[in-house]
């Protein structure tokens, strides 16, 4: 039973082993993605790595959509900082996971893996 349990993980981690050596070698060698962000879109100058006042366009074969910054670096409508009398405001941080996983983590990723400067 021991015997048998031992050769299934084995055969498990040399699987997984081998598709990760795969997507590696894949990654590096044979596809270079594009990117589909606007040039412009990232700097590293503001907090959010998001142009401040940046307007553009991005076109993919499945959407096509605008992108506007505000002044803040924001991806919103223009906010100002001061407030009128008797304004209440409501803070809650968050942040754009779709954006994250969609955009930002595969020119990350693929920054690292070619060792390249990324903005």
Do not use: H
């Amino acid at each position: 039973m021991r015997k048998n349990f031992i050769n299934i993980t084995l055969f498990v981690l040399t699987t997984l082993g081998t598709l990760l050596t795969i997507e590696v070698v894949m990654c590096l060698f044979i596809f270079k993605p594009k990117s589909i962000l606007p040039n412009g879109l990232l700097t590293q100058s503001s907090i959010s790595l998001l142009t401040p006042g940046f307007k553009g366009k991005f076109n993919n074969n499945e959407i096509s959509s605008e992108i506007s910054i505000n002044s803040k670096g924001l991806r919103d409508k223009e906010v100002y900082y001061t407030k009128k009398n008797k304004e209440f405001r409501i803070i809650f941080p968050s942040f754009s996971l779709i954006f994250f996983l969609e955009i930002l983590l595969p020119v990350f990723i693929y920054g690292i893996i070619n060792s390249e400067k990324l903005l």
